[in-house]
C-alpha cells in the first residue's frame, strides 16, 4: 500500500492603486474702471504794452496839445510873478520916504538876474508797462464718494484640492491544501 501525499501552498495576492494628488487653482480677478480725469485750461496769451510818452514828455518832446497846455501854464506863472515884481517894486518906490536908493537896487536886480541850476537826469520818470493775460486751470470732479471714480469688481480665486489615498486590497489568491491519496498496491488480495 502506499499513500501519495501532495501540498499546495498558499499565495497571498496583492492589489494596490497609487494615491494622487490633483491641485486645480483659478486666479482671482480685480477688475478696475476708471474715468478719466478731465483738466480745462483756458489762457490768454501775455500782452506787454509800454507807454513811454512819460519818459519822451520829461525830456522835452511831447504832443502838441500836451505842449500848448505847459505853455500856458507857464505863461500864467511867468505873468503872475512879474504882475507881483512890480508891485513889489512901485511898492518900494512909494515908500521913498523910509530911505535907501528903490531906484539903483531895482536896476542892479534886474540887470544881474539870478538863476538857479539843478541836476537832473533824462528821462525823470520811467515807462509804464502793463502785462495782461491769464492762465484758468479748473479740474473737473469725476464723482463723488470713497471711490473717487473708480469701480472695481474683485472675483476671488478657487481652489480645487483632490487627493486619493492608497488602496491596498489582499486577497487569497490560492488557498493551502494537503491532499492524500491511497493507492492500493497489487500484491495484496482484496478478496476475503
Do not use: W
Not at 23 to 36: G, H, R
Not at 144 to 171: C, H, Q, W
Amino acid at each position: 500500500m502506499s499513500l501519495e501525499i501532495s501540498q499546495t501552498y498558499a499565495r497571498l495576492g496583492v492589489d494596490r492603486t497609487q494615491s494622487s494628488f490633483e491641485i486645480k487653482t483659478k486666479y482671482a480677478t480685480l477688475e478696475l474702471d476708471s474715468k478719466e480725469p478731465k483738466i480745462n485750461i483756458r489762457t490768454e496769451l501775455p500782452k506787454v504794452e509800454i507807454d513811454q510818452y512819460e519818459c519822451f514828455a520829461s525830456a522835452g518832446l511831447k504832443n502838441p496839445l500836451d505842449l500848448t497846455e505847459d505853455m500856458v501854464e507857464r505863461s500864467k506863472e511867468n505873468a503872475i510873478e512879474y504882475i507881483g515884481k512890480i508891485a513889489a517894486d512901485g511898492d518900494m518906490l512909494a515908500a521913498i520916504e523910509k530911505g535907501g536908493h528903490p531906484i539903483p537896487e531895482i536896476a542892479a536886480r534886474d540887470a544881474y538876474p539870478q538863476h538857479e541850476f539843478g541836476m537832473v537826469t533824462i528821462p525823470s520818470t520811467g515807462p509804464k508797462i502793463t502785462v495782461t493775460g491769464s492762465l484758468e486751470i479748473e479740474p473737473e470732479r469725476t464723482s463723488e464718494g470713497a471711490n473717487n471714480g473708480v469701480d472695481a469688481v474683485y472675483t476671488p480665486g478657487e481652489l480645487d484640492i483632490r487627493y486619493t489615498p492608497d488602496k491596498i486590497r489582499f486577497y487569497m489568491e490560492q488557498y493551502a491544501s494537503v491532499n492524500i491519496k491511497y493507492i492500493p498496491e497489487n500484491n495484496i488480495d482484496e478478496k476475503v
